[in-house]
């Protein structure tokens, strides 16, 4: 048994940490019982439902995620703001589309990075993800108003290269084309749109 807490401290040591911390914020203060128990279930969790290992390495680089975060907040907080006015507007309703995005080769977990957050920006969502070709397909509320289907695989790119840049590994970042500044312009032909 003991073997097995150290392999789980030694492996999951990251998501031991965020649960912990979780917990904490669900209860509002931090004490030392708190804490103490948070670490607790966090052992627990991570015992019974254990996360399969990741493929490959991640590299965090703390400027390129705090401009990862920066750019999705902004995204965030004026794609909210549109969709509300898209609500309260005295128009008709925007014409939806679905587009597709092909992404650049990288692993997986980089790939759900990019569909989780671009699914989380009001008036986007990630309506199928297909690794094995690296294609997602986003519906988007307001394809016009947006910018069209280049304007949304734009931004899904330039989400992708984010992601990338913060925590992909400099053997990833090669595989993607982004070492040295450069970016990707492909991925922008291939589409497909339309009316849901």
């Keep these: 048994m003991g073997n097995r807490l150290r392999s789980t401290l030694r492996d999951h ?38 996360a399969p290992r990741v493929r490959g390495g991640m590299t965090i680089r703390p ?12 995204e965030l907080v004026t794609a909210s703001f549109q969709v509300a006015w898209l609500a309260i507007r005295p128009a008709p309703q925007p014409r939806g589309g679905i587009v597709a995005v092909h992404m650049r080769p990288a692993p997986e977990v980089f790939f759900a990075m990019t569909s989780g957050l671009s699914t989380l920006v009001p008036g986007s969502l990630v309506v199928e993800a297909d690794p094995t070709k690296a294609v997602i397909y986003q519906h988007v509320l307001d394809l016009h108003g947006s910018g069209g ?3 949304t695989r734009r931004r899904t790119l330039a989400l992708e290269e984010r992601v990338l840049r913060a925590f992909a590994t400099a053997e990833d970042l090669a595989a993607a084309g982004l070492l040295a500044g450069r970016s990707r312009s492909a991925g922008l032909s291939g589409s497909q749109e339309g009316a849901p």
């Design 13 to 50: 040591w990251q998501a031991l940490i965020v649960l912990a911390g979780v917990w904490v914020l669900l209860w509002g203060h931090l004490s030392p019982g708190t804490a103490i128990a948070g670490v607790i279930v966090a052992l627990v969790v991570v015992a019974v439902f254990p």
């Design 63 to 74: 400027i390129r995620l705090l401009v990862l975060v920066g750019h999705f907040v902004v």
């Design 149 to 151: 289907a280049e304007a």
